[in-house]
C-alpha cells in the first residue's frame, strides 16, 4: 500500500520570505512520481512540480522548488520569495507505476502574511 | 492554454436522486479520471479511464457509480441513487502518460445532497 503523510496541517510566512512544507511517503515501487498541487480557494487543483524518482536532480519551477531525498521517502517543497497568491492548500501526491492513481496526503494549508 | 471543464459548478440533489457530472478532458490527452474531496478532507481517488474502458478504480467506486465516455469529447460520472455521504466536491482530470502520470484537474462540481 502506498501512503503520503503531510505532517504539517498548517504553515505561515511572511510576504518574500522562503517556505518549507514537508512530505513523506511510503511505497514499495522502485518507480514512481512525485507531486505538489496548489488549491486555493477557488478549489481547483493546479499542478504545481514534479518529480520522477528516478531523477536524482531536485526539481524546481520558478519560486518552487523540492528536496527529494529518495532513501529517507522525503519530498519537501521549498517556495521562494512567498507572494500573496501562494497562499493555498497544498497537497503532496504520488504515483506509481503499476497503476493510475494519485494518492493524496492530507494536504498542508499555507498562509501568507504582508 | 487547454484546461479541463467541468459542469455544473455546483449541483444539489435530493437523497436517491441520479446525478450526471459531465466533464471535458484536454483534446489531446488519453487517461481520464474523477476524484472527490468531502469537505475538510483530502482528495481520493475513484477512477481511471483509458480506451473506452476502466482500467483502475477505488474501493469508494462502488456499483452506484458508473463512468462514461458517450462521444469523442465528453467524460461523465453518473450516481445511480445519491446518499448524503456523497455530497463532496467531485474533480475530473486528464493526462497523456507520456512522460509522466500527471493529471490535469478541472475547477471541480460542487455536489451538494439534501
Known amino acids: 500500500a502506498q501512503t503520503v503523510t503531510q505532517s504539517q496541517p498548517e504553515m505561515s510566512v511572511q510576504e518574500a520570505e522562503t517556505v518549507t512544507l514537508s512530505c513523506t511517503y511510503d511505497t514499495s515501487e522502485s518507480d514512481y512520481y512525485l507531486f505538489w498541487y496548489k488549491q486555493p480557494p477557488s478549489r481547483q487543483m493546479i499542478l504545481v512540480i514534479r518529480?520522477?524518482?528516478?531523477?536524482?536532480q531536485n526539481a524546481t519551477e520558478n519560486r518552487f522548488s523540492v528536496n527529494f531525498q529518495k532513501a529517507a521517502k522525503s519530498f519537501s517543497l521549498k517556495i521562494s520569495d512567498s507572494q500573496l497568491g501562494d497562499a493555498a492548500m497544498y497537497f503532496c501526491?504520488?504515483?506509481?507505476?503499476?497503476?493510475?492513481?494519485?494518492?493524496f496526503g492530507k494536504g498542508t494549508s499555507l498562509l501568507v502574511t504582508p | 492554454e487547454p484546461e479541463v471543464t467541468q459542469t455544473p459548478s455546483h449541483q444539489v440533489t435530493q437523497m436517491g436522486q441520479e446525478v450526471i457530472l459531465r466533464c471535458v478532458p484536454i483534446?489531446?490527452?488519453?487517461?481520464f479520471y474523477w476524484y472527490r474531496q468531502i469537505l475538510g478532507q483530502k482528495v481520493e481517488f475513484l477512477v481511471s479511464f483509458y480506451n473506452n474502458e476502466i482500467s483502475e478504480k477505488s474501493e469508494i467506486f462502488d456499483d452506484q457509480f458508473s463512468v462514461e465516455r458517450p462521444d469523442g469529447s465528453n467524460f461523465t460520472l453518473k450516481i445511480r441513487s445519491t446518499k448524503l455521504e456523497d455530497s463532496a466536491m467531485y474533480f475530473c482530470a486528464s493526462g497523456t502518460y507520456i512522460g509522466g502520470p500527471e493529471a490535469f484537474f478541472g475547477q471541480g462540481t460542487r455536489l451538494t445532497v439534501v
Open positions: 518529480q520522477e524518482a528516478y531523477k536524482q
Open positions: 483534446s489531446n490527452h488519453l487517461y
Open positions: 501526491a504520488l504515483n506509481s507505476n503499476s497503476g493510475y492513481a494519485l494518492n
